[in-house]
C-alpha cells in the first residue's frame, strides 16, 4: 500500500498539485484518471521519486519514503517497475537485453545464468518467449508495452508504475494490454498505479479510481461507482466518452450493468 498525504507542488509560483492526499491499494489496479495538465504524471513522478514534492509525505508498506535517508529510498527503488509511456526501450539492445538490463542495475548478486532464466520466464509471462533475439525495430506497439511491462516486473518488483500504458494502441491491443497488467497485479499481490485518461480502462480495470482536476483530488472510488458519481467535473469528464455514454445507459437498464458491459466488450474483442 502506498499513501500519499497532503502533496503540494509548484513550478515557478504556479501550483500544480494542490494538497492531494490518497491511498493505493496492494493487490488492485490503482488509476489516476483526469484530464491533460492536471497534475497526474506530476504526481506520479514525486511518488516514485523522480520530483520532490514541496510539502507532504508519501509512505511504501509503512516506510516513509520522502525526507528519507538515501539508504532507505534506494531501497524501495529496488521494488519499484516502471512502464513509461512510449514504452522506452533501449534501441540497440535485443528485447532479451532490455528486460535484463534492471537485473544488472538492481540485483548484483545474480548470477548469468539466474539472469537468463528471469528473463525468460518475464518474457513468457507477457508472452513474447519466441522474441528475445529480436530487436524493438522489429516488433510492433503492443509488443513494445509488453517488453516493458516484462521490464519492470523483472527484478520481481512490489509496485509497478504505468504512465499512459495505453497510449498510441489500437482498441483491441490496449484492451489486451490493461487485461495483462490486471493478472500480473493480482498474481503478484502488486501494488500497480495507472496514470490514464482513457475510460475504456476504467472500465476494463478501474478498481480503484482517484480523479484529479486542476491540482486537486475531487473524487475516489470504483468502476461500478463511478457512473452514479455526483462531482460536476468527474462527469462532464466520464461522459464525454461514447463508450462510457452507452455503459450508463446499460447500468440503468440491469443489474450490473458496467459489469455486463466490460464482458460484452471482452467477448467482442476476441479475448
Known sequence: MIEVSNIEKSFDGTPVLKGISC?????KCNLLLGGSGTGK???????????KPDIGSITFDGTIYTNSKVDIRQEIRRKIGMLFQGSALFD??????????PLQMLTPEMTPEERRDRVEFCLKRVGLENAGNKMPA???????????????IAPQCTYLFCDEPN???????????DQLIHEITHEYDITTVIVTHDMNSVIE??????????GKKLWDGTKEEILNATVPELRDFIFSSSLVRAAKRIDDETEGGIAAFAEEGDAGAGI
Do not use: W, Y
Open 205 to 214: 480495470i478501474g478498481e480503484h479510481i482517484i480523479f484529479l482536476h486542476q
Open 41 to 51: 504524471s506530476v504526481l506520479l513522478q514525486c511518488i516514485v521519486g523522480l520530483m
Open 92 to 101: 540497440s539492445m535485443t528485447v532479451a537485453q532490455n528486460v535484463e538490463f
Open 167 to 177: 497510449s498510441g494502441l489500437d482498441p483491441a491491443t490496449s484492451i489486451k494490454i
Open 23 to 27: 491511498v493505493f491499494e496492494t493487490g
Open 138 to 152: 522489429e516488433i510492433s506497439g503492443g509488443m513494445k508495452k509488453r517488453v516493458g511491462i516484462a521490464r519492470a
